[in-house]
């Protein structure tokens, strides 16, 4: 079957950093997406990692290992704006190119 | 910028009714999806097509049902409302070229089943 962890909650500090984990199970893999959501609003694009190693896009950073079936988001220099819930999704390589959702991790920002 | 556009956005149905979310998105995409979204929960994959005419279940297909005559309409039907289907729905869709590993989301349908 086909699976997704990530931590259901992770608190941080205004200008810290911090790390949210992914790990997957899935019966084929073309890449690892992050996705924002702040409350009433619909999930947006973050990233994306089709190979292993990091990706920065300004203050967001997301890193990949096929080998570990792992992967994270870091977010630098946090805002209260960072405050939502942040979704890892995996596209399964295949006939129909699925994309599943984790759970989400719901950050908190301490001022 | 329309993108990908839901209606309606909010709805109250009562058990046993039944109803429509319509979908349309004009930036021609191939593939489209509707998810779920339980509150406090992650987005579970309802149905999901990969062109006009093919149409595939998802992880939880029962009490729904999907068509997709054209590329920019993917309506989600809801047979015989449940109590568990209250939920918020998200259409989106994605393209298989170029940026296609990005999902674009609507706005998303509030529906109550009371």
């Known amino acids: 079957g086909q699976s997704l962890e990530q931590p259901s909650e992770v608190t941080a500090v205004e200008g810290a950093i911090v790390q949210i984990n992914c790990t997957y199970q899935?019966?084929?893999?073309?890449?690892l997406s992050w996705y924002q959501q702040h409350d009433g609003g619909a999930p947006t694009f973050l990233s994306y990692?089709?190979?292993?190693g990091l990706e920065e896009t300004g203050r967001f950073s997301s890193f990949l290992s096929r080998s570990d079936s792992y992967g994270y988001l870091l977010l630098q220099e946090l805002q209260m704006k960072d405050s939502a819930s942040y979704f890892c999704a995996v596209r399964e390589s295949g006939r129909d190119d699925k994309i599943i959702f984790g759970k989400g991790t719901r950050l908190h920002i301490l001022p | 910028n329309a993108g990908v556009t839901q209606t309606p956005k909010f709805r109250i149905l009562k058990i046993g009714q039944s109803m429509t979310l319509q979908c349309t998105q004009d930036m021609n995409h191939n593939y489209m999806y509707w998810y779920r979204q339980d509150p406090g929960m992650g987005l579970k994959l309802i149905y999901y097509?990969?062109?006009?005419?093919?149409?595939d279940k998802g992880e939880v297909p029962n009490g729904y049902n999907v068509s997709r005559s054209t590329t920019e309409d993917f309506p989600l039907r809801l047979e015989l409302a449940a109590p568990s289907q209250t939920s918020v729905y998200f259409c989106?869709?994605?393209?298989?070229?170029?940026?296609?590993?990005?999902?674009?989301f609507g706005e998303g349908s509030w529906l109550t089943v009371v």
């Open positions: 097509s990969v062109g006009a005419g093919i149409t």
């Open positions: 899935t019966s084929g893999f073309y890449g």
């Open positions: 990692n089709a190979l292993d």
């Open positions: 989106a869709s994605r393209s298989t070229t170029g940026a296609g590993n990005t999902i674009y």
